[in-house]
């Protein structure tokens, strides 16, 4: 198991209400984060020494007294003064949007303002944690296969079969997508065509506009749906954002080519242990 986030909750300067912070130091621990507080009106000094000794991820400090334009870049002068500047530092509190960009300019990686939903905060830390550690994510295991649009499919299959030689391996009718698609082996890899059903299906668009070719790639990964949430939080634009049935009963989906330099991607993950591949 990956080991918990942990989060210092710390209320720099001398106001005494410390309601917010219990709120949001609340809310990251039932986001399953280690959430450390350290009470009122402590110093630079004894935050950055506490978020050393208990060797947290991410200090979030919050300051009503409207010092937070000293206190909070002197956190983070002195955790990089100590060889802690990797620790991620957010604040929040009763903050002017005028001092936001002096203080991100100063290393706090965010500023939430009051009515900010904890779950936007709880994300932040989440992605800005993962990209410190350096995202650690298996490669796809293989190119499944390349679809290509075709306007008749009988035509493309003699092409394909008869006269380069692939070996065809099933036909079907997909409504869901509004296309028929024939299977070509090609190795490890396979060639799909999709012929469409109807003008209304996407392939039927997709020929209408470009013509006859390469519609998309597939990629086979055997964990779709953790991997289309982590793209989720990676800001990867998805087409679906769970997985759906495609050809063969293979859970598949689409990721948006304004994300993957112009080529549509698809993720597909092969029935259970069925041995076909
Ligand atoms: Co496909």
Redesign the pocket.
């Known amino acids: 198991m990956e080991k918990r986030i942990r989060v210092l909750i710390a209320k720099p300067g001398l106001d005494g209400h410390d309601r917010g912070a219990l709120v949001i130091a609340q809310a990251l621990r039932d986001e399953g984060m280690e959430v450390i507080y350290t009470g009122l009106r402590q110093t630079p000094e004894q935050i950055v020494n506490s978020a050393i000794q208990e060797d947290v991820d991410v200090i979030g400090l919050s300051c009503l007294s409207g010092a937070h334009n000293e206190l909070f870049p002197e956190v983070v002068r002195l955790l990089r003064e100590k060889d802690a500047g990797d620790i991620l530092v957010i604040g929040g509190g009763v903050i002017p949007d005028d001092d936001i960009p002096f203080l991100l300019e100063r290393g706090i990686a965010k500023i939430f303002t009051p009515g900010t939903p904890t779950k936007e905060t709880a994300d932040f830390i989440r992605i800005e944690v993962q990209k410190k550690k350096g995202i650690n994510v298996a490669p796809p295991e293989k190119l499944e ?1 390349v ?1 290509i649009a075709v306007k008749n499919l009988d035509e493309a299959i003699s092409v394909y079969c008869y006269t380069l030689g692939f070996k065809l391996l099933g036909i079907e009718t997909v409504e869901s997508e509004g296309v028929k698609v024939a299977f070509l082996e090609m190795g490890e890899s396979k060639i ?1 065509l999709l012929e469409p059903l109807s003008s209304e299906s996407a392939i039927a668009k997709f020929i209408e506009k470009k013509g006859e070719g390469i519609h ?1 790639l ?1 990629l086979k990964v055997n964990d779709i749906e953790e991997r289309l949430d982590f793209l989720k939080k990676q800001g990867v634009k998805l087409i679906h954002e769970k997985p759906k049935q ?1 050809a063969h009963g293979n859970q ?1 989906a689409f990721l948006h080519p304004k994300s993957t330099g112009g080529v549509l991607l ?1 993720l ?1 993950q092969t029935g259970h242990g069925e041995g076909k591949e």
């Open positions: 296969h679809g799909e998309h597939a495609g598949i698809e597909c």
